[in-house]
């Protein structure tokens, strides 16, 4: 009892210096005194006891087992993602959820490991309070739970029931605390590296931890995380432009197919030789003439020595007499 009025006495003064002196309000954060002795209260119980637990666990606990205990809570979230999604009349994604969860827990060992992910079955992440702000419930302000973290009037209402309707709600108590508090800290510890990139970015972290929450609810609530558009084309110019100039195989082309990019260098493009004119040096269509263009007759030349020429008669060496024809017989 005397504990309880102590905290009490002193969330009462931090709300009075609070009102007093704090910051300016923001229209979504009318509560943000109040909110901010919370935070300072979960920052502290964070830093000096989730924190060194999360490390302790993380150093003990080897990867592939921290992995399947994380997988655990998971394949079990997805019951919870599939009642919220049927509420929300998204049968697909509650069907995934359903057969997300079975495939897993009877080929993964009851969730140890994750099938379902590589098998195609996306993940979703869904709750309560989504749920009401799908059926058009506003938000409403921004709230800091203690223990719980941000939240906001809605979030917190649906956090009742998610938690009424947790899957370990239904164990025994000797078997469902210690899961918990497990649930806990492997939660905590894949948070490690966030947290220790908030305390260096972050100038004032409780309004860094609110923008940041209120826009990833947003964008659930729109189904951004779910839906993303999409990538870029990145094809090459010559493939654009390839797909609608027709093949030229028959006119002595590179005989590419169709929307294929042609990186083939232009002066390596031998023209078409002219078989009839005899100025193919013969070599097939489309390789390149690595001949020097000196050793190369030109056209007309090489035209005139395609045809034999015929026998003229040699001059006869000075002194020398040409012997006589033989005469003819008779």
Known sequence: MKLRTTVLALAATGLISGC???????PGDPFEPANRVIFKFNDGLDRF???????????VTPQPLRTAVSNFFSNLGDLTNAANNLLQLKITDATEDIVRF????????????????????????????LTLGHWGIPSGPYLVLPLFGPSTVRDSMGLVVDVKFNPLNYIEPAVRNPLY?????SVRSDLLGASSLLEQAALDKY??????????????????????APLPNYDDEGGNSGAAAPAKGASGASGAATGVPDYTDPGDAAEAPNAAS??????????????????????PAAASSAVPAAPTAQPA??????????PASQ
């Open 20 to 26: 007093a002196t704090g910051p300016d309000r923001k």
């Open 49 to 59: 006891v989730a924190v060194p637990v999360a490390k302790g666990y993380q150093k």
């Open 102 to 129: 079975a495939f897993n827990s009877t080929f993964g060992l009851g969730g140890l490991l994750d099938w379902a992910t590589p098998a195609g079955l996306p993940k979703h992440h869904q709750d309560f309070g």
């Open 181 to 185: 508090v497990l649930q806990f800290v």
């Open 207 to 228: 309004s860094f931890v609110r923008d940041a929450y209120t826009q990833q609810r947003k964008a659930r609530l729109r189904g951004t995380s779910d839906n993303a």
């Open 278 to 299: 005899g100025s193919a040096t013969g070599a097939p269509a489309g390789v390149p003439n690595y001949t020097d263009p000196g050793d190369t007759p030109s056209a």
């Open 317 to 326: 060496p000075a002194g020398k007499k040409l012997p006589e024809p033989a």
